[in-house]
């Protein structure tokens, strides 16, 4: 169901009718494959996909035409050679070329899930915000009320200037801090807005939270287990790993030779002879032994190797880190609300003192302060909370829901 306060509400004075309101995954659908940020992160697939064909070009045939004129007697020569790639190169390169995409699609991938965990956030963050200001409004409500009743009670003798002089500043001080909130609100949505395929006007947008039971977290070992079997980057750099080792392959299959097949006719103006003429030749791997090339193929592999073992000690700290401050942050929202649940209580029994005239305004405006800053600390710890699930969310690929 959604979380405390109907969406008229949640809605800026602002907007009114023409608001917006979406939940979370309302948001996550305007990210769809035509936003310009998907299309972008997707355009490195299509540029690795060119290589492939690149990797599997064979040669184009050459023509020759040659005439020799000696003596008087005039020779023509038209050939044309074709070298033939049968050592089997271009099909391991068309495979390490090939693995190359599906490590741009990897990363693709992670980067996509990076999108969605920072919408998500925006989305957090704007719930928070929102809740500060439509709480802070309220308490600047109560505050504006309560400095109207002793404005009255001034005017008939019954109170002193002093309570509402006090008042209207404490009024001064929560309508700046729910300024501070709306800034946030407004940058929260602007942020949100930048996600989505379609042209929206920012200050449109209200996030409808919604609450749902939060499962408890598997244990580190499952959550690692988790993010190597789906963790883009992780993915991409075993595909790099397979692509180093066909490139390695191929520089080893340059030392068999790929002959070239020459073919063409051959004339004379002696006798009016015209001849044809057949060779096979190829290049004799006697130098260049594809040295470099081998090496640079185990170079790679022995770079990717040692970066996707660097990124697993990097995850294993990260998703325990994340995890250990998801718990802490769920307790620690847990009490306070719990012990926070008392503060209308407070403000009721502050406000019936001061009536009876055992309290004094200070003591009043104390009590409102703090059941104010109580709601508005609630709801940010909850934001905390929330995007902290999402950080261990994309650490991990498993999904709290």
């Not at 001849?275 to 290049?283: E, F, I, K, N």
């Not at 307790?331 to 029994?349: F, H, K, P």
């Amino acid at each position: 169901m959604l979380c405390a306060g109907l969406a008229a509400g949640l809605l800026p004075s602002s907007v009114g009718a023409q608001s917006l309101p979406l939940t979370e995954a309302d948001a996550l659908a305007r990210l769809s494959p035509s936003s310009p940020r998907v299309r972008a992160i997707r355009a490195g697939i299509d540029v690795a996909r060119a290589d492939v064909l690149a990797a599997g070009r064979w040669p184009n045939p050459r023509l020759t035409y040659d005439r020799e004129s000696v003596a008087g007697v005039t020779e023509n020569i038209t050939t044309i050679a074709q070298a033939l790639p049968i050592s089997g190169r271009l099909r391991l390169q068309v495979r390490a070329a090939s693995a190359l995409v599906d490590a741009a699609a990897n990363r693709a991938d992670d980067d996509l899930r990076r999108a969605r965990a920072d919408l998500r956030i925006a989305f957090a963050q704007l719930a928070a915000a929102q809740a500060r200001e439509q709480e802070l409004g309220r308490a600047r409500d109560r505050l504006r009320e309560l400095a109207g009743v002793l404005a009255r009670r001034e005017a008939a003798g019954d109170a002193a200037g002093f309570d509402r002089l006090r008042a209207e500043r404490e009024v001064l001080d929560v309508e700046t801090d729910r300024a501070a909130a709306a800034a946030d609100r407004v940058r929260a949505q602007a942020t949100l807005a930048g996600f989505f395929a379609e042209a929206i006007e920012p200050d449109r947008i209200v996030a409808m939270d919604v609450i749902t039971p939060r499962p408890d977290l598997p244990p580190v070992d499952a959550l690692l287990e988790r993010a190597e079997s789906v963790r883009g980057e992780l993915l991409a750099l075993r595909k790099e790993i397979g692509a180093a080792r066909f490139s390695e392959q191929a520089a080893r299959r340059r030392l068999v030779p790929d002959p070239e097949i020459v073919a063409g006719s051959k004339s004379s103006n002696v006798g009016r002879d015209i001849g044809s003429v057949v060779m096979v030749q190829a290049t004799i791997p006697l130098f260049d032994r594809a040295r470099p090339e081998r090496a640079q193929a185990q170079a790679r592999a022995h770079e990717a190797e040692a970066r996707a073992e660097a990124l697993r000690i990097v995850l294993r700290a990260d998703i325990a880190a994340l995890r250990a401050s998801v718990i802490q942050q769920r307790e620690t929202a847990t009490r306070y609300r719990a012990a926070a649940a008392s503060g209308d209580q407070i403000e009721r029994i502050a406000q019936v003192s001061y009536d009876a005239g055992e309290r004094g305004i200070l003591e009043v405006l104390d009590a409102y302060r703090t059941g104010a800053s109580a709601r508005v600390r609630q709801a940010v710890l909850d934001g905390a909370v929330r995007q902290a699930e999402i950080e261990l969310e994309f650490a991990s690929g498993w999904e709290i829901r």
